[in-house]
């Protein structure tokens, strides 16, 4: 069973750039679509990028042009790129497949980005 493990997040300044980390611990090459998601304080997850087994990318209309999805398949790793960031960035990011496996969502990790 393929497990994904979060990394990377913390407490950031606006400006500053932020990449998280997804590590798959078997093959993603298996996974046709994976998702970054993230869920606020009072909200509900949401999806806010993915990328397909062929590399192409989707991403929530609040986050384009400050986010970047990519993969490496050699590594089963995708990374989501963060620059730009608004208060409203603030959140527990996720990895999963799209549509999301109910067995594959992990601790995720947290974000803040100070004013």
């Known amino acids: 069973q393929v497990q994904l493990v979060e990394s990377g997040g913390g407490l950031v300044q606006p400006v500053e750039s932020l990449r998280l980390s997804c590590a798959a611990s078997?093959?993603?090459?298996?996974?046709?679509?994976v998702g970054w998601y993230r869920q606020s304080p009072g909200k509900e997850r949401e999806l806010v990028a993915s990328?397909?087994?062929?590399?192409?990318?989707h991403y929530l209309d609040s986050v384009k042009g400050r986010l970047t999805n990519s993969r490496d398949t050699a590594n089963n790793t995708v990374y989501l790129q963060m620059k730009s960031r608004k208060s409203e960035d603030t959140a527990v990011y996720y990895c999963n497949t799209v549509p999301p496996t109910p067995t594959y969502w992990g601790q995720g990790n947290q974000v803040t980005v100070s004013s």
């Open positions: 078997a093959s993603i090459c298996t996974i046709i679509t």
């Open positions: 990328i397909t087994r062929t590399f192409i990318t």
